[in-house]
């Protein structure tokens, strides 16, 4: 069930170090111009309908969505009826580029990408849609995975490990390893719950500079993931600060919340 995924344009806003823009719409100015975006991937189970929103401020002459798979609707031409199975959303404020698929199948998975025509620039913003999970109890689904996200009182990185794998047999705490999935459990965890730091699923096993997932996979260092010069020999347990997204090295017998993650 986990894959490994580079998904290019997120990833690369982390190069950009520190970049916090995490409002849900964000806008992305370009002469007088925004779009608005929800940049939130979208998930439906089979046969459900899919909603794309897409917005723009100033003046447009056209918008299209283009799908990983090269197909591309002219906005117009959906709301005009000419895409069968596709139509407009019943609300068009802050939306005009915005589409419904009537019903997921297949070849509406994946990566979808709007772009809004304006006179002499063009705007772009993307997000995946995927398959609804079946994530079970505590566990919701974020991107492709089911996280549980605990912020009720903080443990130790081993009581939090535990406390993981009893909720559930197929967890444990959350590997990290996708730079997509990362961006997106830490928009959450930064909206909902910002300045604090997460026990996740990673720690210097021998406490000798490697550093091993709870899956034992090799943890990738440095950038997009670990925060600038670290680890730095703080701690051997791994954690997710909650402010910048990053990866940070704390002592394992320190208290912190923590993310467990459906692995097995
Ligand atoms: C339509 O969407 C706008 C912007 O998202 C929102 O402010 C407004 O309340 C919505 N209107 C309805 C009728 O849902």
């Not at 046969?47 to 591309?72: I, Q």
Request: charged share 20%; net charge negative; aromatic share 14%.
């Amino acid at each position: 069930m986990r894959r490994k995924l580079f998904h290019a344009p997120s990833c690369m806003a982390r190069l950009l170090l520190l970049v916090v823009v995490v409002t849900v719409w964000l806008s992305s100015t370009a002469a007088s111009s925004s779009i608005y975006f929800d940049y939130e991937d979208v998930s439906a189970r089979v046969n459900e309908p899919v909603e794309l929103t897409c917005g723009v401020e100033g003046h447009f002459r056209y918008c299209a969505w283009l799908t990983e798979r090269g197909n591309a609707f002219q906005v117009e031409d959906v709301h005009a009826g000419l895409h069968p199975g596709m139509r407009a959303p019943s609300n068009l404020t802050h939306n005009q580029c915005g589409i419904v698929v009537d019903a997921l199948t297949e070849i509406f998975l994946g990566k979808w990408t709007c772009h809004v025509y304006l006179t002499g620039t063009t705007l772009i913003a993307e997000k995946t849609v995927g398959k609804a999970l079946d994530c079970p109890a505590s566990f919701t689904q974020i991107g492709t995975e089911c996280y549980y996200i605990h912020h009720e009182n903080t443990v130790t990185w081993e009581n939090a490990r535990e406390i993981c794998k009893s909720l559930n047999s197929r967890a444990d705490l959350a590997v990290m390893d996708d730079c997509h999935q990362l961006q997106l459990v830490w928009h959450k965890i930064h909206i909902e719950y910002p300045d604090t730091w997460y026990w996740i699923g990673g720690r210097d096993r021998n406490l000798e500079g490697s550093w091993y997932w709870v899956t034992d996979e090799a943890v990738d260092m440095g950038i997009p993931f670990w925060y600038p010069a670290r680890p730095e020999g703080k701690g051997e347990c791994i954690v997710l600060e909650a402010f910048y997204g990053y990866f940070d090295d704390y002592p394992c017998s320190w208290n912190g919340y923590f993310v467990c993650q459906i692995l097995y």
